[in-house]
């Protein structure tokens, strides 16, 4: 992706400061999904950085992943799976609690969405503090999905998500705060 490519995403990202409470400053990328070849840059971005590897499934997580990962599995061809918040998925699941910065959270995926040695990439808008992107990918693992990697569309590295993934495959982010 070429740096030109990266501003015009980057400048379409939208600041809301006190979102969703004060001292929050928001990345909005509504702008972004709004505009048919920003996406198309952003999904593009994404799959490049994964390169030619072969992928069998995308992972998207609760709600934004979804529109990545769904986009990323059409450009490369791939299943979709969806990992969803306790309780919305229809079939038997697969689940794991994991710890938030106050409290705790649940995430699910079907338990046969993800063949043992299918090759998968997990991807999301956003990489933060790494704890819900930490839970999918120890769902993969568990599924003994062969992890080909993560692709972000936004890290934000002050928090230190990147850290909470080491050893789970190779970590890509489109743009970085």
Request: glycine residues 12%; charged residues 25%.
């Amino acid at each position: 992706m070429t740096p030109a490519s990266l501003d015009r995403l980057r400048n379409a990202i939208r600041d809301v400061p006190d979102f969703p409470q004060p001292g929050i400053l928001f990345k909005d990328i509504t702008p972004v999904l709004a505009d048919a070849e920003l996406i198309k840059l952003a999904i593009d971005g994404m799959a490049e950085a994964i390169g030619d590897q072969k992928v069998d499934k995308v992972v998207g997580i609760d709600a934004r992943g979804f529109i990545f990962g769904a986009l990323l599995a059409a450009r490369l061809g791939t299943g979709f799976i969806p990992a969803r918040k306790k309780g919305k998925l229809p079939w038997r699941t697969r689940g794991i609690d994991y710890a938030l910065e106050y409290g705790t959270n649940s995430i699910e995926m079907h338990e046969d969405a993800i063949a043992p040695g299918e090759r998968v990439v997990l991807a999301d808008d956003l990489l933060a503090t790494g704890g819900t992107a930490g839970a999918v990918l120890e769902l993969m693992r568990q599924a003994q999905a062969d992890i080909v990697g993560s692709v972000f569309f936004i890290e934000l590295a002050f928090l230190g998500g990147r850290e909470k993934l080491a050893g789970l495959g190779p970590i890509h982010s489109l743009l970085t705060y």
